[in-house]
């Protein structure tokens, strides 16, 4: 069985409508779906936590959707974002699984090691998710989140319709399916001092603050592919000479202009000079390059993860 928790109280609303593609994509399977909009559950407070110790007092259906989810073979999240964060229902979900485990350990890890999907209906992959939906998944694994940005399929997220675009349905089956467009790309970590080389290039019509970076070529190694992507975006001439390490590769998943789900893996590649060379940006999505103080590239950037690996470079 594949349990589905739509965490809007809006009916007929996104989440609900994706709920309902959810169902339709696992036709040949038993699909339960919980939606918050046909119950009011009670928040945790209003007692002597007793669940840490007895029972939770609280006495409407919601440990009905932890039992299906225990004994489901996946679950699915659908959920909202308000003001940057999961909706209200998701927390009071979260809050109210310590009355539903009871202390009992072995039935707590069960339901986090249950598979997972989580569907954000929002304009942002912001970290905050990321953060937050750890708390159903096992310890030092990351969720699988999927962002569906409703501008992206020109729609108005508050209208509700974003299934109507046949694309954006596209993107929940390639999702369910793990079905992604495979790339690799290098990133360019250049200190100069306590500088960073930084480009500004335009995403969605907005200036970025972000480093150099390109995919792979056929046969290029990430340390070529770095080089090669600075001097193409940045006119900073670096050599095997300047390498001074390397981060993890990490991945990311998102929605490219064809509006394809990619999954990419990105190769962070530090290295240092000791002199500044002649800096020109020459792509035109390129605004700006210079080497920025870390301090004002950690206070200016908006990649979570960008920021993590400058703070680790830095270390290096
Ligand atoms: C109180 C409130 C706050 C919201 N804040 C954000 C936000 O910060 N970012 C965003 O992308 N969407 C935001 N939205 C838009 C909702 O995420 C979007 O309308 C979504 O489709 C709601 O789910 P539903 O259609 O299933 O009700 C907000 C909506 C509401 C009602």
């Known amino acids: ?15 609900y ?10 036709k040949n399977k038993k699909v339960k779906i919980f939606n918050f909009y046909e119950n009011t559950y009670v928040s945790c407070g209003h007692c002597n936590y007793e669940c840490f110790v007895k029972r939770c007092k609280v006495d409407d259906n919601l440990n009905e959707i932890f039992k299906a989810i225990v004994q489901s073979e996946e679950a699915i999240y659908v959920l909202p974002n308000y003001c940057d964060y999961p909706n209200s229902n998701y927390f009071l979900f ?31 992959t912001n970290n905050n998710f990321k953060e937050t939906l750890k708390n159903h998944i096992p310890e030092k694994t990351n969720p699988d989140i999927l962002f569906l940005n409703s501008k992206k399929f020109n729609q108005d997220p508050l209208d509700g319709n974003l299934m109507n675009d046949s694309e954006a349905e596209n993107v929940i089956h390639d999702y369910l399916d793990n079905k992604y467009l ?5 990133m360019a970590i250049v200190f100069y001092k306590s500088k960073v080389l930084s480009t500004v ?11 150099p970076k390109g995919h792979l070529e056929n046969g290029e190694s990430p340390l070529e592919a770095a080089i090669r992507e600075c001097f193409e975006e940045t006119n900073e001439v670096i050599t095997k000479d300047n390498y001074i390490g390397e981060l993890a590769p990490f991945e990311i998943n998102f929605i490219n202009h064809h509006n394809k789900l990619v ?4 190769y962070p590649i530090i290295f240092r000079v000791d002199k500044m060379g002649h800096l020109a940006s020459k ?22 993860n960008v920021k993590t690996m400058i703070l680790e470079a830095t270390c290096k």
Do not use: W
Request: proline content about 3%; some cysteine; hydrophobic content about 35%.
């Open 1 to 15: 069985m594949i349990v589905v928790v739509n965490f809007s109280s809006r009916k007929d609303g996104n989440c």
């Open 17 to 26: 409508r994706i709920s309902g593609v959810v169902k339709k994509h696992f």
């Open 94 to 124: 979260s809050e109210r699984r310590c009355g539903f485990f009871n202390g009992n350990k072995d039935l707590q890890n069960r339901y986090l090691n249950i598979p997972k999907k989580f569907i954000v209906i929002s304009n942002s």
């Open 182 to 186: 495979i790339e690799q790309s290098a």
């Open 201 to 211: 290039e335009e995403v969605y019509n907005r200036p970025t603050l972000s480093l």
């Open 263 to 266: 999954k990419k893996t990105i």
């Open 283 to 304: 792509e035109e999505r390129i605004i700006k390059v210079k080497y920025l103080p870390i301090g004002e590239f950690l206070l200016q950037c908006t990649y979570d």
